[in-house]
């Protein structure tokens, strides 16, 4: 099969989708805590916006425990999820903290670990502390802008990205 043919082959169907379905976005869990409450949930509105200082810009959804969390404490970890932990959308993105724990759900399966104070994904593959210099409305989210206080590159691996969602059925197009 010529480059041509592959191209077209991968690039069919795109024109339908909306601009902002076209990205392969990579997905992230971020955990956050404020004194007893720890929460983790899935978030994929996350950009690098400055190299110096390192910053992140992290859209959080409105109505959550994450967000409350955040809110309070000004700080939370972004894990960088691998693409075979697809599998934990289902808990960190389609239920919500306020009426289920997810931790606990997480560390009976020995999915966790600590960082930075922090519970953790084992097998994410790498991790982001940040800390929140300004926020705004955005919508269904807030919008807050953070500095990076320290990173760790954890596991090797490919990161989980929309495309393997949709591939799995997990979200639309």
């Known amino acids: 099969m010529d480059y041509l043919s592959i191209f077209k082959q991968h690039t069919a169907g795109m024109i339908k989708k909306k601009p902002w379905n076209r990205t392969n976005q990579p997905v ?17 509105y996350v950009s690098p916006i400055s190299m110096q200082p390192k910053q992140f810009i992290c859209g959080i959804y409105h109505g959550t425990r994450t967000l409350t969390n955040i809110e309070a404490s000004g700080e939370f970890v972004l894990q960088l999820l691998a693409g075979n932990q697809y ?3 289902d808990l960190l993105g389609k239920k919500s903290g ?4 997810k931790i ?12 930075s104070g ?3 994904l084992k ?4 991790v982001l502390h940040l800390k929140v210099i300004n926020s705004l409305e955005g919508g ?4 807050f802008l953070c500095d990076v206080l320290a990173y760790k590159n954890l596991n090797d691996g490919s990161p989980l990205t929309l495309d393997i969602l949709r591939e799995h059925k997990i979200i639309r197009s």
């Not at 606990?104 to 960082?115: F, G, M, P, S």
């Not at 269904?140 to 919008?143: A, E, Y």
């Open 28 to 44: 992230y869990s971020c955990s956050s805590k404020f004194g007893n409450s720890q929460n983790m949930h899935i978030i994929t």
């Open 87 to 89: 599998r934990l959308v």
């Open 98 to 101: 306020n009426t289920i724990d």
């Open 104 to 115: 606990a759900r997480l560390e009976k399966r020995k999915e966790l670990t600590e960082w």
């Open 118 to 120: 922090y519970p953790i």
């Open 123 to 126: 097998n994410c593959l790498s």
């Open 140 to 143: 269904d989210h807030k919008i």
